[in-house]
């Protein structure tokens, strides 16, 4: 029983560990970018070429902006489904954080953003390479 | 329920705090590698969390 306890504290460690140190990476590439005057490009597109469920997101916003809502759902057709989600998540973890209470999303809204994140992904795949 | 292995105390463990598991924070690596928007999630999503439980007698953490 000691055993497997320190077993799982060395996994737990290791895991906070890499996942502190991508974020630790993650915040100098940005501020790397950012210091030579261009928009950061996302790391794991730039290292793979795979696109994220959120590529296409700020170029779609821009679309929206300039009233092109065909643009805007190519380059990302999961917008309303993130932004509703976003809206929804903001306001619930606002009212908790104004009544001190522990910040906590109902599962049914986590599996939600799970699977918008999911489906999100999928489709940059169905739409193909050029909205990445 | 089993005795607290430092005191002997039956009492029931309390919960004192919920902390990020490993899983957790596998998925927030995860987040921050494919939408670092979003990587806030596992820490507002108990599914991500595993509790830490003390005996409320001598205070030492217990399973
Ligand atoms: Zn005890």
New interface residues.
Partial sequence: MPILRSQ?RL??QV??G??FG??GF?LLWNAAWLFSGVLPPS??TEATGIP???TGVTRGMAAILNGDWVQALLWNPLMPVYAGLLIY?AIV?GLQFIRRK????R?II?RF?MLA?TMG?AAKFVIGPQYW | MAACYICGSEERPVMVK?N???GG??L??VL????????W?P?????CKEEEWKCPSCGVRRA
């Fill in positions: 799982t996994i737990y895991t906070r890499i996942a991508l974020f993650y790391i794991l994220c469920p959120t998540s973890l522990r910040l906590v999303l599962p986590a953003w994140l992904w | 919920k990020l598991s490993a924070w596998a927030f690596a921050v590698l494919f939408c670092i928007p979003l990587c999630l820490f507002v999503i108990d599914g």
